[in-house]
């Protein structure tokens, strides 16, 4: 079976070998075992299940929290000739019934259906009347409440071991730690299931993370200087900075959108085929986007606002390029990011236990932007990956950060929150450190106390650094209130008694213009000026394509494969279909056209 599964891997898909552990994935489900995977974006996770579903008798289940892509999904895999379809709240009842009725007669390779639909008495009896070839769980870490995206309905999932007990399960994710690993098998009851840890590094993604200093300006400035005319996702924290945010881009002469869960459904649907059907869309989001989308070629993901945790900041950025070519995770953020995701976390409704564990959480990833070594280092340190060497990749690595001793300053810092009373926030403590007289401070008396005055020799932004990393490494906690009041934390007292030391980052202030970067510029910019004209070609013909299908560009063929398609310059269809995307689906509907865009492109040459 495992040879059928790679000549349909060769014929069907267009690629020559799995990738690791795909193959040994694929054998264990064909074996009848469970498996649960964790691999990167990008790494080749949907193989793992819709292989075996085309080669064992029965239809794939694969349960997808992702209703609004399922249609997407189906439609690409119907380009390639595969038997597929969706059961969801969108399908009118006639549809419905229809594929309900292909279900049961064993006329489909792949079913996709959302975890609350399957739980429905009627669909598990409808399943029941049909041959299954496996379930297949994806983005299986909405399971754990340990996870960043815990989803209640994904708890239910663990029936199908009981209902379907010779059923193979597989359970898919891009982001999990032990922790959420562990969870993830007790709850779906895949306990006994082989389990296959995929590296978490994706090297084309460059990392960089620098305060905030006018984001919307920061944001333009890197946008003008190294992705002009790409796809590429901005997240945001709020839905008005949402709104904000793409209006501004769209302003400055930008294909921007904006989407989040307070849109109307059939605006975001709108915005997300855009994104998903046009090149150069900015999509500016809350995390309600980005679960499950398939573009290959976004170039960058930025974050205006700081994620709440690593897992969140890995998931969102490895949404950027899924195909393995140059692209950039930028953020910024400073001192009211952390006060305010402190707040929402500590105002939250959640049990102490769950706030401890979001905590940690916000603490890792605020010691990810404060590091001063390696970030891919400390990012895949923290999935488990200890001992990867520096990468050379990362803003810390090409551009290594100041540190400076800031013992006393961080002394007069903590002395200043306390003898103020533990009641103010960082705006009036610097006021006393600073020894700035406003109406305010004399009215609160503070031109009375010890520590007024002690750090005239620091100006306002250095002294917000200052509170910002204290912040961070939870020397200083902030109330929950509205007012951010600042507190001691019971680790600074080391600091204070001069039992420790510390050192802070020496923030340089942000340029207000980028310099373009060699190492981020799309693929295509190293073509020489005569492959730059077939390339144009071969993007116009894939768009032509794809707008009488109305699917994404990308469905037709990858940027990687028009790549090799500009590199190997095929001149025939035994040429053409060696290069790695092409099966024989799409060299018999497509073939044609592309060679013959390469041909008179040679002709003209």
């Not at 819709?50 to 997407?72: K, N, Y």
């Not at 898919?172 to 082989?194: C, F, I, N, P, V």
């Amino acid at each position: 079976m495992i040879e059928q599964a790679r000549q349909t891997l060769i014929q069907t898909f267009g690629f020559d070998q799995f990738r690791d552990p795909q193959q040994q994935v694929i054998e264990t489900l064909l074996a009848d075992g469970d498996a649960l995977v964790v691999m990167p974006t990008g790494g080749g996770k949907s193989l793992c299940y819709q292989l075996p579903s085309m080669v064992r008798e029965g239809t794939g289940i694969i349960v997808s929290p992702l209703i609004a892509l399922m249609q997407d999904q189906v439609n690409a895999l119907s380009l390639l000739g595969i038997k597929a379809g969706c059961l969801n709240s969108s399908l009118d009842f006639d549809e419905l019934q229809r594929t309900e009725a292909a279900l049961v007669n064993g006329e489909l390779d792949m079913l996709y259906i959302a975890p609350e639909r399957l739980l429905q008495q009627r669909t598990l009896n409808l399943l029941s009347r049909a041959k299954l070839a496996l379930f297949a769980i994806d983005e299986a870490h909405c399971v754990s409440q340990w996870g960043h995206d815990f989803r209640p309905e994904y708890l239910q999932l663990g029936e199908l071991a009981q209902r379907f007990p010779d059923v193979p399960r597989i359970a898919l994710t891009a982001t999990a730690d032990a922790r959420t690993r562990q969870e993830m098998s007790e709850r779906l009851h895949l306990e006994g299931a082989k389990q296959f840890i995929k590296g978490f590094d994706r090297p084309n993604i460059r990392y960089r993370i620098a305060q905030k200093d006018g984001a919307k300006e920061q944001l333009l400035s890197f946008i003008r200087a190294e992705h002009s005319g790409d796809a590429g996702v901005v997240y945001c924290m709020s839905r008005k900075r949402v709104e904000d945010t793409a209006s501004w881009l769209a302003q400055k002469g930008f294909n921007a959108l904006p989407y989040h869960a307070g849109l109307p459904p059939e605006l975001r649907n709108h915005n997300q085929h855009r994104f998903l059907t046009e090149e150069a869309v900015i999509m500016v989001a809350t995390i309600a986007f980005g679960m499950g989308i398939d573009k290959p070629n976004v170039r960058f993901v930025a974050h205006l606002d700081l994620p709440k945790s690593i897992e969140a900041y890995y998931q969102e950025t490895g949404r950027a390029g899924r195909d393995g070519l140059p692209a950039n995770a930028w953020m910024v953020y400073g001192l009211q990011d952390v006060i305010f995701q402190r707040q929402m976390l500590e105002s939250g409704q959640a049990a102490d236990e769950q706030k401890q564990i979001e905590r940690q959480k916000l603490e890792a990833m605020l010691g990810l932007c404060e590091i001063t070594s390696c970030r891919r280092r400390a990012l895949l340190s923290y999935f488990g990956e200890p001992d990867h060497p520096d990468c050379g990749n990362c803003d810390n690595c090409l551009e290594p950060a100041e540190v400076w001793d800031g013992t006393e300053v961080a002394r007069k810092a903590l002395s200043a929150v306390y003898r103020s009373g533990q009641q103010y926030g960082v705006t009036a403590v610097i006021e006393i450190l600073r020894g700035e007289q406003t109406d305010r401070s004399r009215q609160r008396g503070h031109d009375q106390l010890s520590t007024w005055g002690i750090g005239r020799d620091l100006d306002k932004t250095t002294w917000r650094s200052v509170f910002r990393q204290l912040v961070a490494r939870g020397l200083l906690r902030v109330t929950p209130d509205n007012f951010g009041s600042l507190y001691l934390a019971e680790s600074c007292r080391a600091l204070l008694k001069g039992e420790e030391t510390i050192e802070l980052r020496r923030d340089v202030r942000p340029a207000k213009r980028f310099t373009k970067s060699s190492s981020s510029k799309r693929p295509e910019f190293n073509l020489t000026h005569a492959d730059q004209g077939l390339w144009e070609a071969l993007r116009n013909c894939r768009r032509d394509i794809a707008d009488e299908k109305d699917v994404p560009p990308y469905v037709i063929f990858h940027d990687s494969t028009l790549l090799e398609m500009v590199s190997l310059k095929p001149t025939s269809a035994i040429q053409l279909r060696r290069i790695n995307g092409i099966g024989d689906r799409k060299l018999e509907a497509y073939g044609p056209a592309f060679l013959k865009v390469i041909s008179d492109h040679l002709a003209e040459a």
